[in-house]
């Protein structure tokens, strides 16, 4: 099975600043790969498709990148409603998770 | 509106079973693969189940295959867990979700209900 580690685990940063996760998969899987926004005690928000699409409705400071085994969510200016915690998905393998919290 | 809305969840001894429900509306139920996600207590997300549109296909993670169940009614726009031999690590919010593909490669959950807790508890 492919194996997905997600980085880092947890961060600190501030309204406005760049923001960047990353998500590598144990093999390539070309850009098969999604990213959920998870606020406490909601359901997972799909924000990004097959790598670098972005879900209806998802402000356009998300943005997603990279293909086969290496990939990225960028936030390109921090809001106060993006506090929460961020998965990539890769056909049903979630990564362990990465809690963006306030600095 | 798309919805869905699960069902089903409680307090259940070690070794018990549970069957949860998943109630759909807003959209053509048989057109979708749907899958079954939980969340452990302060944990993150882990994908348990999912079967295809028409219920004649199910996939398992390792750590259910054996002891959970998947299916749907389509009649009746519903989809089901049927979980037996729980465990303590079993405890969990469940969560239902729509998988949508992306030109046939990949799987995306895309509309997901609240949730429903399980709690396998002595």
């Known amino acids: 099975a492919i194996q997905m580690t997600q980085s880092p685990s947890s961060l600190s940063a501030s309204v406005g600043d760049r923001v960047t996760i990353t998500c590598r998969a144990s093999q390539g899987i070309r850009n098969d790969l999604g990213w959920y926004q998870q606020k406490p005690g909601k359901a997972p928000k799909l924000l990004i498709y097959?790598?670098?699409s972005l879900q209806s409705g998802v402000p356009s400071r998300f943005s997603g990148s990279g293909s086969g085994t290496d990939f990225t969510l960028t936030i390109s200016s921090l809001q106060p409603e993006d506090f929460a915690t961020y998965y990539c998905?890769?056909?049903?393998?979630f990564g362990q998770g990465t809690k963006v919290e306030i600095k | 509106e798309v919805q869905l809305v699960e069902s089903g969840g409680g307090l259940v001894q070690p070794g018990g079973s549970l069957r949860l429900s998943c109630a759909a509306s807003?959209?053509?139920?048989?057109?979708?693969?749907m899958s079954w996600v939980r969340q452990a207590p302060g944990k993150g997300l882990e994908w348990v189940s999912a079967i295809s549109g028409s219920g004649g296909s199910t996939y398992y993670a390792d750590s259910v295959k054996g002891r959970f169940t998947i299916s749907r009614d389509n009649s009746k726009n519903t989809l089901y867990l049927q979980m037996n031999s729980l465990r303590a690590e079993d405890t969990a919010v469940y969560y239902c979700?729509?998988?949508?593909?992306?030109f046939g490669v990949g799987y995306y959950m895309d509309v997901w209900g609240k949730g429903t807790t399980v709690t396998v508890s002595s």
């Open positions: 807003g959209f053509t139920f048989s057109s979708y693969a």
């Open positions: 979700a729509r998988e949508i593909t992306i």
């Open positions: 998905l890769q056909s049903r393998a």
């Open positions: 097959a790598a670098s």
